[in-house]
């Protein structure tokens, strides 16, 4: 019965113990992977001029994997709008987006997947399909229309 007071006791000590380890290292910036995206537009460096405060070091945007296909959305359309194209089951694809207006890119994948972006340039979007077949990524929300197609073989 002692022991398991004993085992009870430090317990409770060790929780108090993260507790208090853990709300001296919080800090009211938020951390990097809590705003990151892969849809999320390229971060600027903060900070103030002639403060003496150094700039924090910029974000490195990360390299395109694989195939890589650039878009720019202008006026509703997709410049890659009725293009087919060839990739391999498993092989990492690129989509440079480049747009006038913040949208969602719909993959009809297995998953479905839903790809948000801003407006102006953005990261690379990720995308790994796993299955062979047609997959239409398209235009949705506020605009609709076809992006590119993929033939996954």
Same mark, same amino acid.
């Given at each position: 019965?002692?022991?398991?007071?004993?085992?009870?006791?430090?317990?409770?000590?060790?929780?108090?113990?993260?507790?208090?380890?853990?709300?001296?290292?919080?800090?009211?910036?938020?951390?990097?992977?809590?705003?990151?995206?892969?849809?999320?537009?390229?971060?600027?460096?903060?900070?103030?001029?002639?403060?003496?405060?150094?700039?924090?070091?910029?974000?490195?945007?990360?390299?395109?994997?694989?195939?890589?296909?650039?878009?720019?959305?202008? &006026?509703?359309?997709?410049?890659?709008?009725? +293009?087919?194209?060839?990739?391999?089951? $498993?092989?990492? =694809?690129? /989509? *440079? #987006?480049?747009?006038?207006?913040?949208?969602?890119?719909?993959?009809?994948?297995?998953?479905?997947?839903?790809?948000?972006?801003?407006?102006?340039?953005?990261?690379?979007?990720?995308?790994?399909? &796993?299955?062979?077949?047609?997959?239409?990524? +398209?235009?949705?929300?506020?605009?609709? $229309?076809?992006? =590119?197609? /993929? *033939? #996954?073989?």
């Amino acid at each position: 019965m002692i022991r398991g007071y004993l085992t009870l006791l430090s317990l409770l000590l060790a929780s108090t113990s993260a507790c208090g380890a853990e709300s001296a290292s919080t800090s009211s910036s938020p951390s990097p992977s809590a705003s990151a995206s892969p849809s999320s537009p390229p971060r600027e460096p903060t900070g103030t001029a002639g403060t003496g405060a150094s700039d924090p070091a910029p974000v490195p945007v990360p390299e395109p994997q694989g195939q890589t296909f650039e878009i720019t959305i202008a &006026d509703g359309d997709a410049s890659t709008a009725g +293009e087919r194209v060839e990739v391999e089951v $498993g092989e990492p =694809v690129s /989509l *440079l #987006v480049t747009s006038d207006v913040a949208a969602e890119l719909h993959v009809h994948s297995t998953p479905e997947q839903f790809l948000e972006f801003a407006e102006g340039v953005n990261d690379p979007i990720e995308l790994v399909i &796993d299955r062979p077949g047609v997959v239409d990524i +398209e235009l949705h929300d506020p605009l609709e $229309g076809p992006v =590119v197609q /993929l *033939l #996954v073989q």
